[in-house]
């Protein structure tokens, strides 16, 4: 636990030099809680909750935990860690937790709609799908990011990828509106198979196949196994 606790103290020095990284959060939590009521009302509000914690978990192992150990490789950051006793595992974990700050600070700025809407379940239910959803995103992030070889590429790759998976699928929308046939095909996609989950474990859902999304994910986090597991290499190796 030493180990992970140095590494997360180290990549979370930005907290103190840059804190208007989390302020800006704020702001698009606003933004989209506006949009959503004014298309779907009180409804529309309790699906961007769900929607905000599955934007949140994927963004940060696709962006943040990914992108940061990019630009470590790239930079030679990494080489220090590898000269340290520290292990795969703790540097990559000692990442998620200092990341864990931006999905901290949008539950607080959500905490006020929490509470007004009584939304206690949703956020318990979209907790539970995050959890799986954590472990995609962090793996499928290091997966693509370990095989960029040009430093300019890293966010230029990983921020349409985040946004592309969180904008266009059913996550800030219920995928009950996508006809069944092509439900089954979009819902391949693990943000959307975690949306699902959510508004299926919290009642928002008017589609009842809760284990169709969850295989997905369970699916994901093998493909994301194998596939990461032949990109991170450590030292010599």
Do not use: C
């Not at 590898?82 to 595992?89: E, L, M, R, T, W």
């Amino acid at each position: 636990m030493g180990k992970i606790r140095g590494v997360a103290y180290l990549t979370s020095r930005w907290i103190r030099r840059q804190p208007l990284w989390l302020v800006q959060d704020l702001f698009i939590v606003m933004g989209f809680a506006i949009l959503m009521f004014v298309w779907g009302g009180i409804n529309g509000l309790k699906n961007v909750l769900v929607a905000w914690f599955i934007s949140g978990a994927w963004g940060m192992g696709v962006n943040l935990v990914a992108q940061s150990i990019g630009w470590d490789k790239q930079g030679k950051t990494m080489d220090m860690f590898i000269a340290s006793p520290v292990q795969p595992f703790h540097y990559i974990f000692g990442y998620f937790i200092s990341s864990l700050v931006f999905m901290v600070a949008d539950f607080i700025y959500m905490l006020p709609l929490i509470i007004v809407l009584n939304a206690w379940a949703i956020v318990i239910a979209s907790l539970l799908a995050i959890a799986p959803l954590l472990i995609i995103s962090n793996l499928v992030g290091l997966s693509i990011v370990m095989r960029i070889k040009k430093p300019t590429n890293i966010s230029a790759i990983t921020n349409p990828i985040q946004m592309m998976l969180i904008i266009l699928p059913p996550v800030f929308y219920p995928a009950s509106v996508i006809p069944r046939t092509a439900r089954y095909f979009v819902l391949l996609i693990p943000t959307a198979a975690g949306a699902e989950i959510a508004r299926q474990l919290s009642g928002l859902s008017a589609w009842h196949n809760l284990w169709y999304p969850i295989m997905v994910l369970l699916i994901w986090v093998v493909v994301g196994i194998i596939a990461s597991s032949h990109v991170v290499r450590w030292g010599m190796e």
